[in-house]
């Protein structure tokens, strides 16, 4: 959980530069919501299977990374 | 050191407004370690600007490098080879590197990439605070360490004024009265007494910005 | 103490050995010269001079050179108040040489709050020289007859020099040792920040008193009435370098509000007359902003009138 990272801080600077980046993708136009950052231990399997469900369905409800049309625009 | 914050991508984008080719140049000095524009902050500004132009369908090449310094000759030569591949130059230096390289390539433009803030210290990873303001006639013998130059908003040099509380200043209840850590140290010295009522003479400003755009040279070190 | 060195009128009072009083006024946000003159009008025969601030929380306003002129027309006498903040020497040196060429005879010394706190936070500030260098400069004009620069000053001004000394500034060790150093800067007196704390201010004139500087300066102590229970709140937790003891909060709130500023002008007078008693205190500085109607019945209340004339 947040704080209780084998590396002392190491959740917390990552907690900041998830934020960071989240900022820098709402910006350029990207959408910080296609990234996010869940806190949990290793031995919590169900937990992992929840989070991944639910990212799942928040990004297909986005809807694909604007950057592949793009690229594939770019590349017509 | 010289310390800068980074610019919004919002200001870097509206100055590279139709540039096609464009190299975003990092130092590895001040700006690392105030970790404003150093090859971090190369990576991370040139991975948002590709991405941006390509959610916009421009086709935009951004290209990355990091110097040692952008304010020496030597370093800025470096790049001499490559510079016309460029029709624009984003330099995350601060406002010396930019500057030292725009006019060492001319008919090339070259952007600012950070605000540069002011000469400073880092108190703390994440912080960073002016302590100098080259006036050029450095008076900290007499002020115990403490500059009143660039620590008071007033700039006095018999301070402190009448708004000093509680040891913070007028301005900003989180900034420290120049004059209250003057008076500290002179008493951790022992010398309170003898050097608070020496009256500080009127400032020669003309060695400050006040004077012009200045120089130091050492005719003993040229050939 | 001394003879008057300068033909103030503020200068004679006290050296021949008067309590002096004075007052403010803050000069209006526009160019009409009928608001200083009616606010002079209302304390001219209960005060001996009469201050104008200098863009006072550096809020422009119309100066305090053009402002004092107006006093001067209507045969008063101001006392010029000028910051460092926003003239560098040239042209204090300058606006003094003006206020000398109308005889404004009196000059106060002060460093001015900072830009942000006005109406214009984005300026660029000045500070050249601090107020400490500003005292000695008009000394240095007055009796060397000099410009800073070296060259002579025709017909040199003649100014009554003073400072401003807040007893209850941060840090309170060196307020004593700051009065000394604006003494020996060359300050001729002295007008203190609003005393509410006659306990702390007695602390810090034992201090003047031990060092005999009560008698090379003449120190005159500021008294402000409370308006309202609001106004002691304000001033006890929002203005910088103001000591406003609990219990006069509780009693300008224990009244109801139709009484408050009579309490507040009350409170006022019993401060200056425990203040009378003070050893060192040579007068009064009396700041009623925007109540300066009140300053005729606080100085009567004071047994402080009528003012005593000296000849010119």
Redesign the interface.
Known sequence: MEGDCRFNNGNIRAKKRVAQAKQ??D????GGERVQMYNLSSAEGPKFAQYAVEMTHKIEELGPN??KK??A??AA | MIVAEKKPIEEIIEEVEGYKKILIAGCNECVTVCEAGGKKEVQVLASALRMYFMNQGKDVKIDEVTLERQCDHEYLEEIRNIIDQYDAVVSLACGVGVQFMAEKYFSTPVLPGVNTCFMGVTEERGIWTERCQGCGQCILARTAGICPVSRCAKRLLNGPCGGSTKGKCEIDPNVDCAWQLIIDRLKALGRLEQDYEKLTPIKDWSTDRAGGPRKVVREDVRI | MSESKTPSKLEKILSSGHLAVTSECGPPRGSDPETIRKKAEMIKDHVDAINITDNQTSVTRLCSLASCIHLKHMGLEPVLQMVVRDRNRIALQSDILGAASFDIHNILCLSGDHQKFGDNPQAQNVFDIDSMQLIQMVRLMRDEGKFLGGDDIVRPPKMFVGAAANPFADPFEIRVPRLAKKVAAGAEFIQTQCIYNVERFKEWMRGVVDRGLHEKVYILAGVTPFKSAGMAKYMKNRVPGMDVPDELVKRMSGVPKEKQPEEGLKICVETIQQLKEVEGVSGFHIMAIEWEEKVPEIVEASGLYPRPKVDD
């Open positions: 820098i993708l910006t350029i136009g990207i604007p950057l793009a690229k625009k770019m």
